[in-house]
């Protein structure tokens, strides 16, 4: 039994590795052809580069300088932190409020934001166009309250789950020494629900940082752009595209997110975990 668990052991650990390595293999074509010449990436993206199709760091640089790859970087930055901390802030509270004062208005408000997690965005993304655009929320302080909206379902049913395990004493203990609710939650409350925070702000910052379609509605492109919509701007008229370009900014997009995903990821588990003890 044990030669038999051990074999099987090894068939999965190799079938998961070539998993791996079929999922990461994209990148790495797109990271190798980042230094190579546009007109070789559509005919030969498979070959490594060599000395007649190597560009030094010449696609890094038009990304860069020629389609404002930098000044992208920085509004994704912004609108990916301060929502990220505005949706943390508020759905922690909210889910806090909806645990411990139990009626039908707290569950209605919950079941609406679960029921907000199973609604496509197709079915909202036009008429949210045209709203953002009236209540001048086209703009990167405006999508971070759009942002809010549509990250408050996930955050507030992972929040949920966690409060419930936080056990009640705790809470009845600060107010008897005299702490407001306020200073209750951010004094006692929050620092025990640091591993879902730390979860549900690596959830949220991997979706905004990626995303494209809501940027693109409600933003102001001819002011604001953020990395993804640069990307796409890449494409110029009568289908001209630069490839070397778009290589090498995907390779800059890409490679902060992997980074913080995979020093982080340990917390996702261990926030979720945390948030299944109870309810």
Same mark, same amino acid.
């Given at each position: ?112 934001? *679960? ?84 979860? *549900? ?29 640069? *990307? ?48």
């Amino acid at each position: 039994m044990t030669k038999r668990k051990e074999t099987l052991n090894n068939i999965g650990t190799g079938f998961f590795t070539f998993l791996c390595l079929f999922y990461i293999l994209p990148i790495i074509i797109v990271f190798f052809n980042s230094f190579k010449k546009k007109s070789f990436i559509n005919l030969k993206p498979f070959e490594l580069p060599n000395e007649s199709t190597f560009t030094g760091l010449d696609n890094y640089s038009a990304a860069m300088g020629q389609y404002g790859f930098l000044k992208a970087v920085g509004w994704t930055v912004f609108i990916t932190v301060g929502s990220v901390l505005v949706i943390l802030v508020c759905t922690s509270m909210c889910a806090w409020f909806i645990t411990r004062v139990k009626n039908r208005v707290t569950k209605t408000i919950y079941l609406l934001c *679960v029921f907000s997690m199973v609604i496509p965005f197709q079915m909202v993304m036009f008429t949210l166009s045209l709203v953002a655009d009236r209540l001048h929320l086209n703009t990167p302080w405006g999508i971070i309250i759009i942002y809010l909206g549509f990250g408050a379902g996930l955050a507030v049913f992972m929040f949920c789950g966690f409060v419930k395990s936080i056990p009640i004493e705790i809470e009845e203990a600060a107010l008897i020494d005299g702490c407001s609710p306020l200073r209750m939650f951010f004094s006692v409350v929050l620092p025990i629900m640091k591993p879902t925070y730390i979860s *549900v702000g690596i959830l949220e910052t991997m979706w905004i940082w990626n995303d494209f379609l809501l940027p693109y509605l409600v933003l102001d492109t001819n002011k604001y752009k953020t990395i993804s919509i640069v *990307v796409q701007y890449m494409k110029g008229s009568y289908g001209r595209v630069d490839m070397g370009a778009i290589m090498a900014a995907l390779i800059m997009a890409v490679i902060p997110v992997i980074v913080f995903y995979l020093s982080c990821q340990k917390y996702i588990i261990k926030g979720v975990a945390s948030g299944a003890v109870k309810g």
